[in-house]
């Protein structure tokens, strides 16, 4: 799920998927990777629908917004995978 190229490290865990601080070793620069464990019957149209759809979040640019910089499916593990920029002053609550 996590290349060579990076470090990670459990950040909190959620109804539907966990997330995790990841280490870009490269540049040293710190993402959020937030792991969907989709379901066994999860069709590749579904896949793909949700994939189009972070594309599509990932093109918003706003300073109050998280901004999304990849999105990719783990088929070992059956998850959809987002890399979201490391909001490191914490969530809203």
Same mark, same amino acid.
């Given at each position: 799920?996590v ?14 998927? =966990?997330? *995790? ?10 993402? &959020? ?7 066994e019957n999860? *069709?590749?149209? #579904? ?5 189009? #759809?972070?594309?599509?979040? &990932? ?15 783990? #088929?070992?593990?059956? =998850? ?6 490391? &909001?490191n ?5």
């Open positions: 799920m290349s060579q190229s990076q470090q990670q490290y459990f950040l909190g865990k959620g109804t539907y998927c =966990s997330v *995790s601080l990841v280490i870009h070793k490269l540049d040293n620069k710190k993402y &959020a990777l937030k792991v969907l464990k989709l379901h999860t *069709s590749e149209r #579904e896949k793909d629908n949700a994939l189009a #759809e972070i594309r599509y979040l &990932a093109s918003v640019q706003h300073p109050n917004v998280i901004s999304y910089k990849a999105a990719f499916i783990d #088929e070992p593990t059956s =998850s959809l995978c987002l890399v979201m920029e490391y &909001a002053s914490g969530d809203l609550g």
